[in-house]
C-alpha cells in the first residue's frame, strides 16, 4: 500500500472534518452533523444501503446491474446508484472461487431487497431468519450509521480535540426508585465550558422543571449527554416520567424523542447486551461504562460508582458534599441548598471523569467507521478492527475470504519470578508492548488478511506515537487475530507470540 492509501485504511478516504452526529436509515437516508465556528451544520446525503454474501443463490430472480471492482475503485469513497439494486463483483485472492464475501450488494431499498433474501432464504433452507444478522456465514452486514462511514470514509471529529467537544452532564435526583410512583425533583447540568444550572421543584412543577431541561439541552445544544448510569436509570427514568407528565422528551437535535436500541458493551473481558438510549444527532455516553474498562486493567479498582471513582483518580474535592443515597429526598425539604451542592458535585465529577477515560474513545472514533458512542460502549478487539478492515477492502474492491477453522493452543503469557526478598537498589525499565511491534514488523497477518492491511495499519499506528487511542487499537491488534471474529487466525496469534517469547528469554538472559 502507498501512503495515501494506508491514510486511508487508517482513518477513512473522505476528509470532511468536525462531524459530531450521524443519523443513517435503512432508506439511504443520512444526516450529518458537524460543527463549525458559527454552530452547528445539517448536511443530507443518500447512500446505498449494502451488504456482503457469498452467493447470489438468494438473489438471483430480482434484477440487478452488474458492476466490477474497477467502478468501485474509481468511484471510492463517493458511491452512489439510482439502481434498486447494483452488484459488484470484487476481486478475489487467485485460487479462491468459494468461501469468500465477494459480492457487495447496493440497494435503494433495503427493506425489500432482506424481506425477498429472508423468504428465499427460509424455502431453501427451512431455516427462520428474522433479519440479515442472522444469514451470517453467507451474510455481512452493520447497522445503517456503520453502513454509511464505511461506504463514504467519514469518520467522527476529524480536525477536533477532545476540548472541543461540547459535552454535557446531567443528574436526577428523585423521590425514589420507581418511575411510576416516585418524581423527579432535581436536574442538575453542568457542560465542558464550565456552565452549570440547576432545576428543582421548589418552585417548579416536575412537568416545568423537565419541559425546562428539554429546553436548555436545545438552547445549549451539545454534541454529547453524559451521566454515570445514563442508561441503567437517567434515561430510562426521565422517558418514563415525561411520558406519564405529557412533556415531550424532544432531546434530538431533529425535535425527536430518545428511543431504545439492543447494543453491546464490552469491558474487555466478556460482551453482555444492554439497552441504548439513541438522541438523534448527539452522541450518549455512559461514564460507568468506561470505569468498568478501566477497572479490568486495574484490579486495585474494586468500586464503580461515581464517587468511588472519583475518589480513585483523586479529583474528588477534599469540601465535596456528600449525601447518602437513602436521604436526598428528605434533605431537600428541610435543606435544599445542601442537595443541590451535592447534585453540582456529581455533574463535576462525571465531567472529570469523562476527561480522564473518555480520550481514548474520542481518538478511536477519529479513526474508525463507528459512532463515538459505540465505540466508547463496545472495546472488544474484534468490534475495534473488523469495521476498520472491512472498509480498507471494500475501498480496495476486494473480496474477504471467510475464516477458516483452526485448532491452535495459544501458549499463555509468561510470568516468572526471578528474586524475592529484599533487595538493593534496581533500576526501573519501561518498554513498548512487544506483540504490536512484531505484527508489524514480522507482517503478521491472519490467512484471509490477504492485502497485509492489519500489519501496515499497525506500522502506521506505532509511528504515530503513543497516545491513547492508537495504542488502544493497536494492543487489540493481537486478540483480534486469537479470537473469535472475522480477521481469527489462532496460527498467526500464536506465531506473533512465539516470537514475544524468543525476545523475552534472551532479554531475561541477558540481565
Known amino acids: 500500500m502507498n501512503a495515501g492509501r494506508v491514510t486511508h485504511a487508517l482513518s477513512g478516504c473522505d476528509p470532511t472534518t468536525r462531524i459530531v452526529g450521524v443519523e443513517a436509515d435503512a432508506s439511504g437516508r443520512a444526516r450529518v452533523w458537524r460543527r463549525l465556528d458559527h454552530g452547528v451544520e445539517l448536511i443530507e446525503q443518500r447512500f446505498p444501503n449494502w451488504f456482503l454474501t457469498t452467493s447470489l443463490d438468494l438473489l438471483d430472480h430480482l434484477p440487478a446491474r452488474i458492476q466490477n471492482a474497477d467502478w468501485l475503485?474509481?468511484?471510492?469513497?463517493?458511491?452512489?446508484?439510482?439502481?434498486?439494486?447494483?452488484?459488484?463483483?470484487?476481486?478475489?485472492?487467485?485460487?479462491?472461487?468459494?468461501d469468500a464475501y465477494r459480492f457487495?450488494?447496493?440497494?435503494?431499498?433495503?427493506?425489500?431487497?432482506?424481506?425477498?433474501?429472508?423468504?428465499?432464504?427460509?424455502?431453501?433452507?427451512?431455516?427462520?431468519?428474522?433479519?440479515?444478522?442472522?444469514?451470517?456465514?453467507?451474510?455481512?452486514?452493520?447497522?445503517?450509521?456503520?453502513?454509511?462511514?464505511?461506504?463514504?470514509?467519514?469518520?467522527?471529529?476529524?480536525?477536533?480535540?477532545?476540548?472541543?467537544?461540547?459535552?454535557?452532564?446531567?443528574?436526577?435526583?428523585?423521590?425514589?426508585?420507581?418511575?411510576?410512583?416516585?418524581?423527579?425533583?432535581?436536574?442538575?447540568?453542568?457542560?465542558?465550558?464550565?456552565w452549570h444550572a440547576c432545576l428543582d421543584t421548589l418552585d417548579r412543577s416536575e412537568d416545568e422543571v423537565l419541559r425546562r431541561f428539554v429546553q436548555i439541552v436545545r438552547e445549549r445544544d451539545p454534541d454529547v449527554l453524559e451521566n454515570h448510569n445514563i442508561f441503567g436509570f437517567d434515561l430510562a427514568f426521565l422517558a418514563?416520567?415525561?411520558?406519564?407528565?405529557?412533556?415531550?422528551?424532544?432531546?434530538?437535535?431533529?425535535?425527536?424523542?430518545?428511543?431504545?436500541?439492543?447494543?453491546?458493551?464490552?469491558?474487555?473481558?466478556?460482551?453482555?447486551?444492554?439497552?441504548?438510549?439513541?438522541?438523534?444527532?448527539?452522541?450518549?455516553?455512559?461514564?460507568q461504562h468506561a470505569v468498568r474498562q478501566f477497572a479490568v486493567r486495574a484490579p486495585d479498582m474494586r468500586r464503580h460508582g461515581l464517587k468511588d471513582a472519583?475518589?480513585?483518580?483523586?479529583?474528588?474535592?477534599?469540601?465535596?458534599?456528600?449525601?447518602?443515597?437513602?436521604?436526598?429526598?428528605?434533605?431537600?425539604?428541610?435543606?435544599?441548598?445542601?442537595?443541590?451542592?451535592?447534585?453540582?458535585d456529581d455533574v463535576e465529577e462525571v465531567d472529570g471523569l469523562s476527561r480522564r477515560l473518555l480520550p481514548a474513545g474520542f481518538e478511536l472514533a477519529q479513526l474508525l467507521p463507528r459512532s463515538y458512542e459505540r465505540v466508547a460502549a463496545d472495546t472488544g478487539a474484534a468490534a475495534l478492527w473488523e469495521p476498520l478492515l472491512v472498509r480498507a477492502y471494500l475501498h480496495e474492491g476486494h473480496a474477504i475470504v471467510a475464516p477458516r477453522p483452526r485448532v491452535q493452543h495459544l501458549e499463555p503469557a509468561r510470568a516468572e519470578l526471578l528474586v524475592s526478598g529484599m533487595v538493593g537498589p534496581a533500576v526501573r525499565a519501561?518498554?513498548?508492548?512487544?506483540?504490536?511491534?512484531?505484527?508489524?514488523?514480522?507482517q503478521v497477518a491472519s490467512a484471509n488478511d490477504v492485502l497485509g492491511v492489519m500489519p501496515v495499519t499497525m506500522a502506521e499506528l506505532l509511528?504515530?506515537?503513543?497516545?491513547?487511542?492508537?495504542?488502544?487499537?493497536?494492543?487489540?491488534?493481537?486478540?483480534?487475530?486469537?479470537?473469535?471474529?472475522?480477521?481469527?487466525?489462532?496460527?498467526?496469534?500464536a506465531q506473533a507470540s512465539a516470537i514475544a517469547r524468543q525476545y523475552m528469554t534472551a532479554f531475561l538472559e541477558d540481565l
Open 73 to 98: 475503485r474509481a468511484n471510492h469513497g463517493r458511491v452512489s446508484t439510482s439502481e434498486p439494486l447494483v452488484v459488484v463483483d470484487l476481486d478475489l485472492p487467485p485460487g479462491v472461487h468459494d
Open 104 to 194: 457487495l450488494v447496493l440497494t435503494t431499498n433495503l427493506r425489500e431487497t432482506e424481506t425477498t433474501l429472508l423468504e428465499t432464504a427460509s424455502k431453501r433452507f427451512g431455516d427462520e431468519a428474522g433479519s440479515l444478522h442472522d444469514l451470517r456465514g453467507l451474510v455481512l452486514t452493520w447497522d445503517p450509521v456503520e453502513q454509511f462511514l464505511m461506504l463514504s470514509g467519514q469518520t467522527f471529529f476529524k480536525d477536533m480535540s477532545f476540548d472541543g467537544l461540547h459535552r454535557f452532564q446531567f443528574d436526577l435526583e428523585t423521590t425514589g426508585l420507581n418511575e411510576d410512583r416516585d418524581r423527579i425533583f432535581m436536574i442538575s447540568m453542568f457542560d465542558s465550558t464550565g
Open 240 to 287: 418514563r416520567r415525561a411520558g406519564r407528565l405529557g412533556v415531550e422528551l424532544a432531546l434530538g437535535r431533529d425535535g425527536s424523542e430518545p428511543r431504545l436500541e439492543t447494543d453491546v458493551f464490552d469491558s474487555g473481558e466478556r460482551a453482555e447486551p444492554f439497552l441504548r438510549w439513541r438522541v438523534a444527532g448527539r452522541q450518549v455516553i455512559d461514564t
Open 310 to 344: 472519583a475518589r480513585y483518580f483523586g479529583f474528588a474535592r477534599g469540601d465535596r458534599e456528600y449525601v447518602p443515597g437513602a436521604e436526598i429526598w428528605s434533605t431537600f425539604q428541610s435543606d435544599p441548598d445542601r442537595v443541590r451542592r451535592y447534585a453540582a
Open 430 to 442: 519501561n518498554a513498548h508492548p512487544l506483540l504490536p511491534c512484531i505484527l508489524a514488523d514480522r
Open 463 to 493: 509511528a504515530q506515537g503513543t497516545s491513547a487511542g492508537p495504542r488502544q487499537l493497536s494492543s487489540a491488534a493481537h486478540t483480534c487475530l486469537a479470537s473469535p471474529g472475522l480477521f481469527t487466525d489462532p496460527d498467526a496469534a
